[in-house]
């Protein structure tokens, strides 16, 4: 069966620091892989996502940058937070089919302080 | 981006009685769509899939979709305190349908 992997749960950084998120699935071959950010009690906004190993697409301009070095590996970084990067971030996984069914990793709470 | 919409509730029913969760989208290319539940402070998980027109159905849950009014419902039946949660509807976008837009959830209660 396939897992997905999201560390750390949570995460507290002052403004400026750098930020890095990983998500790894298991299982499972070539998947597609997503990052989502939820603001608090709000929907999830897509920010990247990933067909193929090195192969990044950017949804929202903004201060945030992903990279998929290996095929079951998405990472998500930053070089300076912002207050605004405050939320809960979330690494999905799917199959590359059309009917596209998305699964969640834990997630991570990040607060910027 | 096209959009998909939903009352964010709450929407409050009693334990037993049924629950209706409505959704709309825009985007007429729409191919998949999906009904998550999202506990707080967890992450979404899948309760249903459709893809045709008509009604799904699985357990205490059914999925209906109409492409043509482009709506999608999600009906609970025999609703449970546990059911109380988040449910996010989700349609599928995109030039190889690779993406999902989510809406900003319906907040359920179930009061016991």
């Known amino acids: 069966s396939q897992t997905i992997h999201q560390w750390p749960a949570t995460l507290v950084q002052p403004v400026g620091s750098p930020l890095s998120l990983e998500c790894t699935v298991e299982?499972?071959?070539?998947?597609?892989l997503y990052w989502y950010r939820q603001a608090a009690g709000r929907g999830l906004q897509l920010l990247f996502y990933?067909?193929?190993?090195?192969?990044i697409s950017s949804e929202v301009p903004q201060n945030l940058s992903a990279s998929r070095p290996q095929d079951r590996q998405f990472i998500l970084s930053s070089k300076k937070l912002l207050l605004s990067d405050s939320g809960f971030y979330l690494c999905a996984w799917s199959r590359g089919t059309v009917k596209n069914i998305q699964y969640f990793g834990a997630g991570t709470r990040l607060s910027v302080l | 981006q096209k959009e998909v919409e939903q009352n964010s509730g709450p929407l409050s029913v009693p334990e037993g009685a049924i629950a209706s969760l409505n959704c709309t989208y825009s985007?007429?290319?729409?191919?998949?769509f999906f009904w998550y539940r999202q506990y707080s402070g967890k992450s979404p998980e899948l309760i249903m899939s459709?893809?045709?027109?008509g009604d799904k159905e699985d357990g205490r849950f059914t999925a209906q979709l109409n492409k043509a009014s482009q709506y999608v419902s999600l009906l609970i039946r025999d609703s449970q305190p546990s059911d109380s949660a988040t449910y996010l509807c989700a349609v599928n976008q995109g030039e190889y349908g690779n993406k999902l837009v989510f809406g900003a959830g319906t907040i359920l209660r179930v009061k016991s």
């Open positions: 299982g499972t071959s070539n998947p597609n």
């Open positions: 459709i893809y045709s027109n």
């Open positions: 985007d007429r290319g729409s191919q998949s």
């Open positions: 990933s067909v193929g190993i090195g192969q």
